[in-house]
């Protein structure tokens, strides 16, 4: 799991203003959430700071994934407990996943803890900072996105499809019948599901890097894997509209913004609600047409959603990275439909060769579960085969985690701790070998890079990532050479947040390491 404080520090408003910090837990979807809590609050009159000595209102927003999320979640409103005993902090609130889970539990076992936003209900960070929505005229943010009626004249939003918003689909409807979205087992949990979704006019602070931002394209999921409580957590699965995507993609790139990351449980879901088909693929071919605007790419596909028309806008455009993230889960049958997944590893090596064949060098990321209850050796041993087989680029194997709530909780036959930490170590060590051979094939191409900053492995090198990293989650590009300045002289310094050309010269397990040619 990853934290971040917000680096953004808005304008000095008036002195009355309370100084609000912010930390954000767990992933990029939940960063976005810090982002339009900030920006509501910045827009109400609060002064943001990255400084949690001085901040007046501590807000934590929490992740409450897996075992490991929920105890970062808890360490970290504990420390900020701290700043509200002993220092300067007058109030405490907790937002996000681990409220809408332990709503109730999180005010009586820890008092000092003043208010509890859920995922559902961004907008009442307002209410509990004890702040008002100020005019947007009297915003102080660094950041203020655009609405889609002021960019009407725009060519794109004018021929984006448009749809009533039903926020509705078949398969959601289904789950939500068979109880796939109940909560009534959560002691504290409100009885209506989260149903918020933030749009272009919603004012957000971008916490990211300046060349770099995400967006959320959707909220919630209707999958049923057994060992997922996200429904329960963000609700049904539902799309933001379509015109609003581009209306804030737009004003992202007005801001400086050249790389774009869509995210959501599932973005190949996107539009399904909208009653548009490859509403992803429609999406980004539109994305993909915004002058200025030069990496896009998605995140988190469900493998039987990557349809033809969805590759071959991928490969159609130079600005989309040539890159799939699908997380597999497995590749055993036996343990795919013990998680309410489906698929086989034979299915997808299909996809994958498909997926190769209309897009020339894609690379792949994946990720897999190992130590789900019931899972053999024999299963085990046909997931290795699979990744032998595959040859996925990056590929993160997690042990499976017993979360109460989800469907899995309840089967038998749970694989001993000890045995699920040896798979998961087996398993990169062989994807380790196959990383490396992959890297290899990298050594002299010549690539577009983003330089970030200097490595976070020592002060000698820098760092930054190529189209085919996607932010945080992959390899690196270590940078030893910076290359010469148009009149021939040594480069001194590169600039973070700037791309420039690169070739890649060494390779390692996962990162490689190139010299700036220009």
Not at 31 to 41: A, I, N, R, T
Not at 43 to 54: S, Y
Not at 187 to 202: C, K, M
Not at 279 to 294: M, P, S, V, Y
Request: hydrophobic residues 40%; negative net charge; glycine residues 6%.
């Amino acid at each position: 799991m990853h934290s971040r404080y917000n680096r953004s520090v808005s304008k000095p408003p008036a002195p009355t203003a309370p100084t609000v910090g912010f930390i954000s837990l767990g992933c990029p979807k939940n960063l976005v959430d810090s982002e339009v809590m900030m920006g509501l609050l910045d827009r109400a009159g609060a002064r943001l700071t990255n400084n949690p000595d001085e901040a007046e209102i501590l807000v934590v927003n929490t992740c409450s994934f897996i075992d490991s999320a929920k105890q970062e979640s808890v360490n970290t409103i504990l420390e900020m407990v701290q700043h509200k005993t002993s220092g300067s902090a007058k109030r405490l609130i907790v937002a996000g996943c681990l409220v809408e889970r332990y709503r109730d539990e999180i005010q009586k076992n820890i008092p000092e803890v003043d208010a509890v936003v859920g995922t559902g209900e961004l907008e009442a960070i307002l209410e509990a900072a004890g702040l008002s929505m100020a005019a947007p005229a009297a915003s102080t943010s660094p950041f203020n996105i655009l609405t889609s009626t002021n960019l009407a004249e725009n060519e794109l939003i004018a021929r984006a499809p448009s749809a009533v918003h039903k926020h509705s689909r078949p398969e959601g409807d289904l789950r939500e019948e068979q109880g796939r979205f109940s909560r009534e087992h959560w002691d504290g949990a409100i009885a209506s599901l989260p149903n918020y979704l933030y749009s272009d006019e919603t004012p957000r602070i971008l916490t990211t890097p300046k060349a770099s931002a995400y967006i959320k394209i959707a909220e919630g999921c209707d999958h049923p894997c057994g060992f997922c409580i996200i429904p329960q957590l963000r609700g049904k699965f539902r799309s933001r509209r379509f015109e609003s995507i581009i209306a804030e993609a737009q004003n992202l790139v007005r801001q400086g913004v050249r790389e774009i990351t869509l995210i959501g449980q599932d973005t190949t879901c996107y539009g399904e609600d909208l009653g548009l088909k490859d509403g992803l693929a429609t999406l980004l071919d539109a994305l993909a047409q915004i002058e200025g605007l030069k990496w896009l790419r998605f995140l988190y596909a469900y493998p039987n959603k990557v349809t033809t028309r969805l590759l071959e806008t991928i490969a159609r455009h130079d600005n989309i990275a040539k890159y799939l993230d699908v997380p597999l889960q497995h590749a055993s049958p036996a343990v795919l439909k013990r998680m309410k997944r489906g698929g086989s590893g034979d299915i997808f090596l299909r996809m994958i060769e498909k997926a190769r064949s209309i897009v020339p060098d894609l690379v792949l990321r994946t990720t897999f579960i190992v130590g789900f209850p019931g899972e053999t050796d024999a299963d085990f041993a046909q997931l290795e085969d699979f990744v032998r087989e595959a040859k996925i680029d990056w590929l993160g194997a997690f042990p499976y985690s017993d979360e109460e709530g989800s469907p899995a909780f309840d089967l038998d036959q749970k694989v001993p701790r000890r045995i699920i930490e040896s798979r998961r170590k087996r398993l990169m060590k062989l994807q380790q070998k196959i990383s490396a051979e992959r890297q290899q094939k990298w050594i002299g191409r010549q690539m577009d890079l983003l330089v970030e900053g200097i490595s976070d492995e020592t002060e000698l090198l820098w760092q930054g990532r190529t189209m085919l990293h996607a932010p945080e989650i992959d390899g690196k590009v270590l940078i030893n050479d910076f290359g010469t300045e148009a009149d021939g002289t040594p480069r001194d310094t590169l600039v973070p947040g700037t791309f420039y050309r690169c070739e890649i010269t060494e390779s390692h397990h996962y990162d490689v390491v190139a010299r700036i040619l220009e």
